[in-house]
């Protein structure tokens, strides 16, 4: 959830009323304002540091003068960085820290390390990852004492590549969370790189209607709802910043979307049935 300003603040009281426990950071969100806003909400809320879980990530390095765009899973830049992110949420730990990208230059043995004296220093509970590839993932894990529990990749109705490139298999596999990024890219607004044709929204359109009215909802929240039917647990990381969104995106659990719903869909989406 991006947060701005009062409203940041508003939409953070209507996640934690509505019942949301996971807060999704990175230290890039916001310049690190993100991190900040919501710092000051807790200080607002005594004991509600103990109610949630608070993740966030690191690794993306922006462009300046001297650098260029870039991932960075050296140890000082991850160590600085969760220490950077505890500081302007104003917490003693994070309960989940991620590795926001795969870094080309990832050393996994130094990542451990990294993650080693985070943990013995109690700066961080538990680690996962962000948009990795399965052996991207096996590669990382291979170095680690625990199991990672997290790998938070882009899934929605438009990019559906965690459907066929193992990753939501190897999470069913070893009980890791897939949490999906923009889970409804697609459906309320085009996703990253659209390559829908009118043609391919129409189509995804009329069956989205169709269901809506079926289960008495809205298209987004189908969309929604078509992520949670998947075994893996997909955990949809809801990024809506207005009250009455981040309320409806609950109601997504409540629906009892059926299998043939689910192919209907995909159906929609891809054109064509299954073979
Ligand atoms: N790991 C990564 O690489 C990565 C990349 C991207 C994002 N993320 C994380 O994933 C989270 C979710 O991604 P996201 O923010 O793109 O999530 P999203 O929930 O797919 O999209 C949220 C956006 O959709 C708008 N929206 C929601 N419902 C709508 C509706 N019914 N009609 C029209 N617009 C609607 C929201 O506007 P309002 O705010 O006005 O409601 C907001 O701008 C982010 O906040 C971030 O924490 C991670």
Redesign the pocket.
């Known amino acids: ?2 947060i701005e300003g009062d409203a940041g603040k508003r939409a953070v009281r209507a996640a934690v009323d509505a019942g949301y426990t996971l807060f ?3 230290d890039i ?1 916001g310049g690190g304002t993100c991190e900040t806003l919501f710092g000051e909400v807790l200080r607002e809320s005594p004991g509600l540091r103990e109610k949630i879980l608070l993740q966030s ?1 690191c690794v993306v390095r922006f462009a300046d003068d001297s650098s260029p765009a870039r991932y960075d899973s050296s140890r000082e830049h991850i160590i600085s960085s969760v220490n950077g992110s505890l500081a302007r949420l104003g917490v003693e730990q994070l309960d989940l820290f ?1 590795v ?2 795969p870094d080309y230059l990832m050393n996994a043995e130094e990542v451990a390390v990294a993650f080693d004296t985070l943990k013995s220093s109690g700066k961080v509970a538990r680690f996962g990852v ?2 990795f590839s399965t052996s991207q993932f096996d590669l990382l894990q291979s170095a680690l004492p625990d199991p990672l529990l997290v790998n ?3 899934i ?1 109705l438009h990019n559906i590549d965690a459907l066929n490139n193992g990753v939501l298999d190897q999470c069913q596999r070893l009980g890791i969370t897939p949490q999906a ?5 697609g459906v ?2 085009p996703a990253w790189g659209n390559t829908f044709t009118d043609e391919d929204t129409a189509r995804i359109r009329a069956e989205l209607e169709i269901q809506s009215e079926k289960y008495n909802t ?1 298209d ?1 929240l189908i969309a929604v709802a078509w992520l949670l039917k998947h075994p893996a647990g997909i955990s ?7 009250p009455d ?1 981040i309320r409806a995106a609950v109601t997504a659990l409540d629906i009892d979307y059926s299998r043939e719903d689910w192919y209907r869909l995909l159906e929609a989406r891809n054109g064509v049935s299954v073979p």
Request: one cysteine or more; charged letters at 20%.
């Open positions: 959830m991006r999704d950071h990175a969100y990530k991620l926001h990208r962000s948009n938070q990749v882009e929605n990024w923009c889970p409804i890219a309320a607004y809205e987004w949809p990381i809801i990024g809506s910043t207005t969104r």
